[in-house]
């Protein structure tokens, strides 16, 4: 069984650099459990006249048909995506949500329109569960069951618990491959597209492949170096532990649930750089072999960061003044850069930047430069 969870948790990541693989690897997942299928939802314009979109879903679904469904069924489809939202949202772990909570009654659950027309199709029941808590708008997890099933088994949550931390990971991570996706193919093939910096490592450490960025880190910032045989060592030991903990197993991903940015190496006292690190275990790019190694994202919180301010400002409770200290955060000042700005005293700067932290549940300015990064963010030059 573990050599099955490692298996999928690869396979999991290896999306996360290719976008192109998550059909497949949706579909893993729902046949490991008896599923029919599941999608990967986000909402467009969550604020305002909202629709749904289907972003990823596995490889038994025509996305056309999935997409005619939702628009036909859209206020119901909403309303059972809000049910889920409010008891997902419960606790920072990923926990799948039956869809006992959409009905009083199983009878009254089996007459709603949009289920009538799920059960023409060969489905039933549903769970579903936030994969990211920052932004509740994107990955949505659902999985879908046949007619003939009653919904997931408790050894079926159980490997579902398994997974989703990781697939929460690599769909955070994957969003530079989503839009690179969309007009490109994968990540390591146009590396030089990408504002975040990019390292490719061997199975041993050993640095395979950089972009532009990540060199210009690199040369910046005293976090990180090449040794003598060509391996990459960080500076601190503390950041070096928890890196070969990340490296030793594709397991010890995924351990922060519904917000996989806390997994970051904050490699500095200031947050110059956010590190995280992902398995690497297979790529068109490379080649039909396995490659076995990891992949490094690392971004340079210290430059700016353009996101909408508008939705981080909603989703997290901020006031107009905390809004206003965020942008200037996104732009890469100190605290005392921001006091100067704003023309106020840095004890109140720190005072609105220590309330800005607890809201969005960070612990460092590093983690919410990173938490901003799902809002929005261009990755692409």
Same mark, same amino acid.
């Given at each position: 069984?573990?050599?099955?969870?490692?298996?999928?948790?690869?396979?999991?990541?290896?999306?996360?650099? /290719?976008?192109?693989?998550?059909?497949?690897?949706?579909?893993?997942?729902?046949?490991?459990?008896?599923?029919?299928?599941?999608?990967?939802? &986000?909402?467009?314009?969550?604020?305002?006249?909202?629709?749904?979109?289907?972003?990823?879903?596995?490889?038994?679904?025509?996305?056309?048909?999935?997409?005619?469904?939702?628009?036909?069924?859209?206020?119901?489809?909403?309303?059972?995506?809000?049910?889920?939202?409010?008891?997902?949202?419960?606790?920072?772990?990923?926990?799948?949500?039956?869809?006992?909570?959409?009905?009083?009654?199983?009878?009254?659950?089996?007459?709603?329109?949009?289920?009538?027309?799920?059960?023409?199709?060969?489905?039933?029941?549903?769970?579903?569960?936030?994969?990211?808590?920052?932004?509740?708008?994107?990955?949505?997890?659902?999985?879908?069951?046949?007619?003939?099933?009653?919904?997931?088994?408790?050894?079926?949550?159980?490997?579902?618990?398994?997974?989703?931390?990781?697939?929460?990971?690599?769909?955070?991570?994957?969003?530079?491959?989503?839009?690179?996706?969309?007009?490109?193919?994968?990540?390591?093939?146009?590396?030089?597209?990408?504002?975040?910096?990019?390292?490719?490592?061997?199975?041993?450490?050993?640095?395979?492949?950089?972009?532009?960025?990540?060199?210009?880190?690199?040369?910046?910032?005293?976090?990180?170096?090449?040794?003598?045989?060509?391996?990459?060592?960080?500076?601190?030991?503390? /950041?070096?532990?928890?890196?070969?903990?990340?490296?030793?197993?594709?397991?010890?991903?995924?351990?922060?649930?519904?917000?996989?940015?806390?997994?970051?190496?904050?490699?500095?006292?200031?947050?110059?750089?956010?590190? &995280?690190?992902?398995?690497?275990?297979?790529?068109?790019?490379?080649?039909?072999?396995?490659?076995?190694?990891?992949?490094?994202?690392?971004?340079?919180?210290?430059?700016?960061?353009?996101?909408?301010?508008?939705?981080?400002?909603?989703?997290?409770?901020?006031?107009?003044?905390?809004?206003?200290?965020?942008?200037?955060?996104?732009?890469?000042?100190?605290?005392?850069?921001?006091?100067?700005?704003?023309?106020?005293?840095?004890?109140?700067?720190?005072?609105?930047?220590?309330?800005?932290?607890?809201?969005?549940?960070?612990?460092?300015?590093?983690?919410?430069?990173?938490?901003?990064?799902?809002?929005?963010?261009?990755?692409?030059?």
């Amino acid at each position: 069984m573990t050599h099955d969870i490692r298996d999928d948790v690869l396979s999991i990541y290896d999306a996360a650099t /290719d976008a192109r693989r998550w059909p497949d690897v949706l579909q893993r997942i729902a046949d490991r459990i008896d599923a029919v299928g599941c999608i990967v939802f &986000e909402w467009q314009a969550p604020f305002g006249d909202r629709s749904l979109h289907a972003s990823h879903c596995s490889a038994y679904y025509d996305p056309e048909s999935v997409r005619t469904y939702i628009d036909r069924h859209f206020a119901d489809e909403a309303a059972d995506q809000d049910a889920f939202e409010a008891h997902s949202l419960a606790a920072d772990s990923i926990d799948l949500i039956e869809d006992d909570v959409l009905a009083p009654s199983s009878a009254a659950l089996r007459a709603k329109p949009n289920v009538v027309t799920l059960q023409k199709l060969g489905i039933l029941h549903r769970a579903a569960g936030l994969l990211n808590k920052d932004n509740t708008a994107i990955s949505r997890f659902s999985v879908q069951f046949g007619v003939d099933r009653a919904g997931p088994t408790p050894a079926h949550r159980h490997r579902l618990g398994q997974l989703l931390p990781h697939i929460a990971k690599a769909l955070d991570l994957g969003q530079a491959a989503a839009q690179l996706g969309r007009t490109h193919g994968g990540v390591l093939n146009l590396l030089e597209k990408l504002k975040v910096g990019i390292c490719v490592l061997d199975p041993a450490g050993h640095v395979v492949q950089t972009n532009e960025e990540f060199q210009r880190q690199q040369a910046a910032h005293a976090v990180f170096h090449q040794d003598l045989k060509g391996k990459l060592r960080f500076r601190r030991p503390h /950041d070096q532990k928890q890196f070969e903990a990340l490296v030793t197993d594709a397991l010890h991903h995924g351990q922060y649930g519904g917000r996989p940015r806390k997994e970051a190496i904050a490699t500095d006292a200031e947050g110059f750089l956010c590190i &995280e690190v992902a398995p690497l275990h297979q790529a068109d790019e490379i080649g039909s072999k396995t490659f076995g190694g990891y992949i490094l994202h690392s971004t340079d919180t210290s430059v700016p960061v353009s996101c909408d301010i508008t939705l981080v400002q909603r989703a997290h409770g901020l006031t107009d003044s905390e809004r206003a200290v965020m942008e200037l955060i996104g732009q890469g000042l100190t605290n005392r850069q921001i006091a100067e700005v704003r023309g106020r005293a840095i004890a109140t700067i720190n005072a609105q930047v220590k309330s800005i932290l607890s809201k969005t549940h960070c612990a460092t300015r590093t983690q919410l430069v990173r938490m901003m990064m799902s809002f929005g963010v261009s990755y692409l030059k």
